[in-house]
């Protein structure tokens, strides 16, 4: 399991293509997440220092084109290989250890959970849906919300940061970039299949329609 010594990253607002990635517990902005329209859509992410760590040019009909760093840009899918069977729920990609990392909970209705080929069973980062907590306590009852949140273990971030080729700042840096375009990607489908079942649910008002009103 995941310790208490987490790095806990809170999205502000919800939205994997437009934030903030906050330290959860001192507060701190640790990545800035914005996507430009001009010329093209495409979100960009850049640490604390201002420097850009990855960006990605949307496609409707083809994967992203991805540019992590100074590396040439490539498809997304080139990177993020999605897994055919069952439906799409597992996705991996190799991170700067050359080791290959595997998303897991990639289908509609399911929360991202990463696992490291070296422990297949705990997850070395998992994200946490925003979801509303009922106190019953005050007349009427009131809500909170908790925030979404990427929350990486303690042990792949731990270490001297001051370098910026420090192994487990790099590893982080992708743990949070492959989040990113995996959870823009899920909230896209689970829109789009809203949206049908919206249209199939609810049929065209049409003239005729008005007349038998």
């Known amino acids: 399991m995941i310790t208490n010594s987490n790095l806990s990253l809170t999205l502000t607002p919800d939205n994997p293509s437009n934030c903030d990635l906050t330290d959860a517990e001192i507060g701190k902005v640790v990545y800035h997440v914005f996507t430009v329209f001009d010329p093209q859509t495409t979100t ?5 220092a201002g420097e850009k760590i990855a960006s990605w040019e ?14 040439p840009p490539v498809s997304s899918s080139v990177w993020l290989k999605k897994s055919m069977v069952p439906f799409k729920d597992t996705v991996i990609f190799t991170g700067t250890d050359t080791k290959t990392y595997k998303w897991k909970g990639n289908s509609l209705g399911s929360s991202l959970e990463l696992f490291s ?3 297949k069973s705990s997850a070395i980062a998992r994200f946490t849906k925003s979801y ?12 909170t919300t908790t925030p979404s949140q990427l929350v990486i273990a303690g042990y792949v971030v731990s270490g001297d ?13 992708l743990i949070v970039v492959s989040f990113l375009m995996l959870e823009k990607s899920k909230r896209a489908r689970d829109k789009s299949v809203t949206n049908r079942v919206n249209t199939i649910a609810h049929p065209s008002f049409t003239l005729s329609n008005a007349v038998a009103a």
């Open 44 to 48: 960009i992410v850049e640490n604390a």
């Open 58 to 71: 949307w496609s409707d009909v083809r994967s992203d084109v991805l540019t992590l760093g100074n590396a």
């Open 117 to 119: 080929p070296d422990d």
């Open 132 to 143: 509303r907590v009922k106190n019953q306590n005050t007349d009427p009852p009131t809500y």
């Open 161 to 173: 940061f001051s370098s910026p080729d420090h192994e487990a700042l790099r590893l982080q840096d």
